[in-house]
């Protein structure tokens, strides 16, 4: 692929929530989909990710209720699952004779983030096919059950669900934290209210220009006084929710061998 094309699929790209039910994703393309998951960088080469392709309906509906139950998932018609995977690696260490520990916060964040970069690449691949996407994250909410449901060893987490399929639409970009917010040279540099409030303002207007027209001054301000950025992610995201997630998720950890 020419350079150019691959950074308009990176420039361009946007979550898919609107799929195309009943036009399969093929065999074929949902390979070439996954090889580029497993041609992804990893650390060492240790390459502890496991992608498993979920297809039996039953699966789906017991997935599809524990991710709360977002209708655009039963539409996405290849679903597949990432999961940080130090099993595979132990076991294969111990079959050629060495058992040894490779457990713990290093090996656990090294898994999250080749298993991460996996995920981009087939993300980036499904766009290059003419498809679209969407991660669901809400999969990590509930490791005990998920682990049931896909049959899971011991240190192995489910990390996301990429759901695939043809979009209906081109899907509209969302709006991000602008360049000198986040890229920095030599050092941090703290965040200014005038930066919260300037892609506030942007995410703002970019949601009201969904409905089709083009919203006057006013309608932004009224819309970002109504609601502010800390105000909606603290909504979101609930002390309350975050905390029980945490207790649920660190005992998992600990039970699957990942955290100690």
Not at 51 to 68: A, H, P
Request: glycine residues 6%.
């Amino acid at each position: 692929m020419e350079k150019t094309n691959l950074l308009n699929i990176l420039l361009e790209r946007a979550t898919v929530r609107n799929f195309e039910k009943d036009e399969p994703v093929s065999e074929e393309d949902l390979k070439k989909i996954l090889v580029a998951g497993i041609r992804a960088p990893s650390a060492g080469n240790i390459q502890p990710r496991t992608f498993i392709v979920v297809r039996d309906e039953k699966e789906k509906e017991q997935l599809y209720e524990l991710c709360g139950k977002q209708a655009f998932m039963k539409d996405a018609p290849a679903w597949i699952v990432v999961c940080l995977d130090l099993h595979r690696h132990l076991k294969a260490a111990k079959l050629t004779g060495v058992d040894y520990d490779f457990t713990g916060i290093l090996p656990y964040t090294l898994g999250v983030l080749d298993a991460s970069l996996s995920l981009e690449n087939m993300v980036i691949a499904a766009e290059a096919l003419g498809l679209g996407s969407v991660i669901i994250g809400s999969v990590i909410e509930h490791p005990k059950k998920v682990k049931e449901i896909l049959g899971l060893p011991e240190h192995c987490l489910a990390l996301s669900i990429l759901c695939i399929g043809y979009p209906k639409k081109k899907p509209k970009r969302r709006e991000k934290w602008d360049y000198r917010t986040v890229v920095f040279e030599n050092r941090y540099r703290e965040i200014r209210l005038k930066d919260v409030q300037n892609y506030w303002r942007r995410l703002v207007l970019n949601g009201l220009k969904r409905s089709g027209r083009k919203p006057t001054k006013e309608e932004v301000e009224k819309a970002c006084k109504a609601r502010s950025y800390g105000a909606t992610y603290a909504a979101h995201y609930k002390e309350d929710f975050i905390k029980e997630t945490n207790k649920k998720l660190m005992e998992f950890l600990s039970e699957q061998s990942l955290l100690k």
